[in-house]
Structure formats: C-alpha cells, structure tokens
C-alpha cells in the first residue's frame, strides 16, 4: 500500500537482508506482509525473514532453473490484478541474481515495477572499503574458469574505477592471483561475512592478501572483492609525482606506489624516483 492506496498488479523488487536480519526497512517489510505472493530465490532461505517479522505470505519458487516457465506464470498473475514481491536470498534482486525476464516481461505487459531499495553488498562493502568512492565498476562474478578470469580483469586495466566483483570462497585465492597479474600492485580489499557476526576486511596488495589467506585452513562465506583504481595507463600523461600520491592516497606505501607507477608507464624505479627527488629539490 502506497500512501492508503490498495495494491494491485504491481511486481515488487524488494531488497532483504545481506546477513543481519535487521537491516531490512520499514517499508519492505510492510511491503512483503501485504502482497498476495512472495517469489523467492529460496523459499527455506526467505522463511527465515518471513518468520522473524511475522510475515504470513504464499511463497513460490523463483530461480535462475526455473526462471522461464516461472516468469510466464507470474506475469499472468499480475495480469490478473495479483501483486508479486520478487526477493532474492540476500541483496537487491536482479543484482548478479535471477529477476530480468519477470521485470523485462512486466514493463512489456504495461505492469507496474516498484523497487524497494535496501541492503547491498556492493555499496556496503565499497563504503568501508577505503578505496575511492567518486566512481566504481561493478562486474558481478567473475568467471570461474582461470583463462577467463584473467581475460577478464585484464579487460579492465585501464578502468579509471575501483572494480567490485563478487566471489566464491573457495575461489578467492586463485581470483586474487589473477588480480596481481593482471592488474599489478593495486591497493586491494576483500569483504568477507558483510553484516554478519564474523564480518572481515582484509585489506593491502593482492599478493599480501593472497598470502594471508593460503595461511587458514580453509577460507568460508560470502565475499566481495575491491581493487583500486585504475590511472588509465593506456593515455595516461598525469604527472608522475602526482600518479604516485594517487596510489598513496589509495593506501600504498610510497615505494609500492612508485613502483605501480614505474610498472605502468613502462619505466624504471629508480627514473620515478629520480623525477620526485627533482621536484623537491
């Protein structure tokens, strides 16, 4: 209900939770106890929320297996005058989670789409991050074949923004290998367990951070993984007295950002080096 409105025929997107329960808004949860279905990514997952706020609602099961037959059933529904909220098991739905073709199909049909804006792994993790915040890129998974992935972030070297992907843990330490080949000394993060009683920040290069997590025995939950941005190598003509502070300022040691800059301008230390000698002399 909007404003004493009655619902009707309207696709809700609502965001949950990313772990604490409690980060849910006011509206969401009014949001989910008036609609007439749940679509749910997990209906045992979303039973979860449901029973922490007392929300008796008919759920179904909406998931990237059954996302076609599902969305045809459901845009009938809305058709029909039913109002569907669509969650995923975490986050904002649709973000690197199923939800585009029943929202590409409602638009199509002339039905009301609302998005009920909340938790998001991506923001919350860039927030604490540290890196900049003036721009980012975010690439959902990366992929999980090595030669892929490598492709992938190489892509993204001359990115001028800090990168977000999500990652598997099982995965992060080959993922963050590839981060330091492709991409270099980067200043790096990785957000593990947002929100949740064992939330980490790892923070520094991606070979220290890899080397970190080699060390545990076994490394669990979800995680986002940030880099640094980039300075644009490609056409890049900043100073390079003012490239390295940029890195600096991203949380580099002055030798490690002296080094990047050298790395990328296809240079030696010992000449970036030299260059800021000069300007303080």
């Not at 696709?11 to 980060?23: C, F, K, Q, R, S």
């Not at 892929?148 to 290998?177: C, G, N, S």
């Not at 330091?180 to 200043?187: K, N």
Request: charged share 25%; with cysteine; aromatic share 4%.
């Amino acid at each position: 209900m909007r404003g004493g409105e009655a619902l009707s025929g309207t696709l809700y997107l609502v965001a949950t939770p990313i772990g604490n329960l409690e980060d849910i808004t006011f509206r969401a949860v009014r949001v989910l106890k008036e609609v007439d279905l749940i679509a749910c990514e997990d209906t045992r997952q979303t039973r979860k929320l449901m029973d922490r706020y007392g929300i008796a609602k008919p759920t179904i099961s909406y998931h990237e297996h059954n996302e076609a037959e599902r969305t045809e059933d459901l845009t009938a529904k809305l058709l029909n005058g039913t109002t569907v909220a669509l969650v995923s098991d975490a986050g904002m739905p649709l973000i690197s989670d199923p939800g585009y073709r029943l929202v590409r199909a409602a638009i199509d049909n002339g039905i009301r789409v609302e998005a009920v804006p909340g938790a998001s792994a991506v923001s919350t993790a860039l927030a604490a991050s540290g890196l900049a915040t003036d721009s980012f890129h975010f690439g959902g998974f990366l992929p999980a074949k090595s030669g892929q992935r490598l492709r992938a972030l190489e892509a993204l070297k001359d990115e001028t923004a800090t990168l977000i992907f999500y990652e598997a843990p099982h995965r992060i330490v080959e993922a963050l290998a590839a981060v330091e080949q492709a991409l270099g000394d980067r200043p790096v993060v990785v957000a593990r367990e947002l929100t949740k009683v064992h939330e980490e920040f790892l923070r520094g290069t991606a070979a220290e951070i890899r080397t970190a997590l080699e060390a545990r025995e076994s490394v669990k939950g979800e995680i986002t993984l940030l880099i640094g941005k980039g300075t644009g190598a490609g056409n890049d003509d900043t100073p390079l007295a003012e490239a390295v502070e940029t890195w600096v300022a991203q949380g580099m040691s002055r030798m490690e950002a002296i080094k990047t800059v050298a790395h990328r301008r296809g240079l030696s230390k010992r000449a970036v080096y030299g260059e800021m000698e000069k300007l303080k002399r």
